[in-house]
Nanobody, 116 residues
Framework: QVQLVESGGGLVQPGGSLRLSCAAS????????MSWYRQAPGKERELVAT????????NYANFVKGRFTISRDNAKNTVYLQMNSLEPEDTAVYFC?????????WGKGTLVTVSS
């Protein structure tokens, strides 16, 4: 079955950096686009970034452009989110997502807290 396991979250000061990872299994990873979403307390889940199956195309939400970078390693079945210049507003649970056979699959998420 499809499994997505996020890691790398934690507490970081404003202006700091974190790198999130998502290990995928249960499907042919290199055939599918992958995405990162986030959900802040009391808010709806929102798309952060998407990367194409081979990694050649990336798209970002306006609020992270120039600060976050999505990448993938198809040999390791892993997608990453490098987050720089973090702001308190980036505090959220970050989720990995794949749409496999028209169904959205999610990991359990990893909490990122940006606070001094």
């Amino acid at each position: 079955q499809v499994q997505l396991v996020e890691s790398g979250g934690g507490l970081v000061q404003p202006g700091g950096s974190l790198r999130l990872s998502c290990a995928a299994s249960g499907f042919t990873f290199s055939d599918y686009a992958m995405s990162w979403y986030r959900q802040a307390p009391g808010k709806e889940r929102e798309l952060v970034a998407t990367i194409s199956s081979r990694g050649s195309i990336t798209n970002y939400a306006n609020f992270v452009k120039g600060r976050f970078t999505i990448s993938r390693d198809n040999a390791k079945n892993t997608v990453y989110l490098q987050m720089n210049s973090l702001e308190p507003e980036d505090t959220a649970v970050y989720f990995c997502n794949v749409r496999w056979r028209l169904v959205d699959y999610w990991g359990k998420g990893t909490l990122v807290t940006v606070s001094s």
